[in-house]
């Protein structure tokens, strides 16, 4: 088989390929987590799209990776499989570092209700102390207004 006749059928294969499987084979072949703009860069490159090319497929296949199972996002825009982080494991730095921040969101989530209970009470005790205002300002009918 001619050399140049093997690389056509190499180049073909990969533009035939979704950029998603590209992403997979590219992590799996790594072996560890990557930027995101990392894995475009590389899948862009084999491709061979050019630099509008790859600026209008950017969000594609983020979408396409954000939404098949195999990836999973072990941190700021890092990427890898999760075949590599058991479910029932949780000692990776990155993903322990998410459930400490999930931690730090529900303490803040927390934090907000209180404030607004307390809001929400300082608003029922002037609604009330209003209401008695009104009844002292009532008048029966036979009152006359001077």
């Known amino acids: 088989m001619c050399p140049n006749l093997s690389d056509n059928l190499a180049v073909e294969r990969v533009r035939e390929t979704a950029m998603v499987d590209l992403a997979y084979d590219l992590l799996k072949q790594k072996g560890e987590a990557m930027l995101y703009r990392d894995i475009m860069d590389e899948v862009s490159s084999m491709k061979g799209f050019t630099k509008e090319e790859a600026e209008h497929y950017i969000a594609q296949l983020y979408t396409e990776i954000n939404i098949d199972g195999r990836f999973v996002c072990v941190g700021r825009n890092l990427w890898g499989l999760r075949e590599w982080y058991p479910t029932d494991q949780a000692t990776d730095s990155a993903v322990a570092a998410n459930v400490k921040e999930d931690d730090e969101y529900h303490d803040l989530d927390e934090e907000?209700?209180?404030?607004?209970?307390?809001?929400?009470?300082?608003?029922?005790?002037?609604?009330?102390?209003?209401?008695?205002?009104?009844?002292?300002?009532?008048?029966?009918?036979?009152?006359?207004?001077?």
Do not use: H, R
Not at 128 to 137: I, S
């Open 112 to 146: 907000l209700f209180d404030e607004e209970e307390e809001e929400l009470g300082e608003i029922e005790n002037t609604e009330d102390e209003f209401a008695m205002d009104e009844e002292e300002n009532e008048f029966d009918d036979g009152d006359e207004v001077i």
